[in-house]
């Protein structure tokens, strides 16, 4: 049963716009989430985290928000760089466990 | 550059070699962990070990053996593996139990291939 769930696996954006890459998660007992970048041949790189008392962290073009009510959570990037262009996975923990469950990730390409 | 420092970056062994897999961390981080990442999927948690004791193992078959040989080092020896077994292999750490809302920081990981 997959507990965190991103349904697209992938995502293309121009340059400057705005990427939005989405996650659902099951487990009303997570409190603890965070996103991961991974480029290819390297491990995972946090990115930015969020817990469940709040609806949005913002780090300078990278903002999570969210929705409790829904179970959804969403990372913005604005605006977007090739640079960005990588897999990003969605994590999420529950009271303050040790154990990160992880989804299937997003591909996002980010076009010059 | 990575915090946490992987070796080897590859790995090439048979069925019924013995190896071993590094990992190294001077954040002064308490909990340690190994992970198994296969093409096109997501990390799967392999062992968790925290103040240097292992605190979770989800099933991992016994042919993988952790050791933790202290605060800052993560070892995983591997005996008799099958092909299957071969994976991306990733290592991370982070501040421990209780400390809360900290993120697990990764190493490039351990790329293994049973022929």
């Known amino acids: 049963d997959q507990q965190v769930k991103q349904n697209s696996p992938s995502l293309s954006v121009q340059e400057g716009r705005i990427s939005i890459l989405n996650c659902d998660y099951t487990?009303?007992?997570?409190?603890?989430f965070l996103w991961y970048k991974k480029y290819p041949a390297e491990g995972p790189t946090f990115l930015i985290s969020?817990?469940?008392?709040?609806d949005k962290n913002e780090d300078g073009r990278f903002t999570v928000f969210l929705n409790k009510s829904a179970k959804h959570l969403s990372l913005h990037i604005v605006p977007s760089q090739p640079g960005d262009s990588a897999v990003y996975f969605c994590a999420a923990s529950d009271g303050g466990s040790e154990k990160l469950v992880f989804g299937k990730g997003t591909k996002l390409t980010v076009n010059p | 550059d990575t915090e946490v420092t992987q070796t080897p970056k590859h790995l090439v062994m048979g069925m019924t070699n013995k190896k071993s897999l590094k990992c190294e961390q001077h954040m002064g981080h308490r909990a340690m962990y190994w992970y198994k990442q296969k093409a096109k999927k997501p990390p799967e948690l392999m062992f968790v070990y925290s103040y240097e004791k292992l605190s979770i193992n989800e099933s991992v078959p016994s042919r993988f053996s952790p050791e933790c040989p202290n605060s800052s080092l993560l070892n995983l020896h591997l005996h008799a593996l099958q092909p299957e077994d071969s994976a991306l292999y990733l290592c991370?750490?982070?501040?421990?139990?209780?400390?809360?809302?900290?993120?697990?920081?990764f190493g490039d990981g351990t790329r293994l291939s049973i022929l």
């Open positions: 969020i817990s469940s008392i709040k």
């Open positions: 991370a750490s982070s501040p421990g139990q209780g400390k809360y809302g900290q993120p697990q920081h």
């Open positions: 487990n009303s007992m997570f409190d603890y």
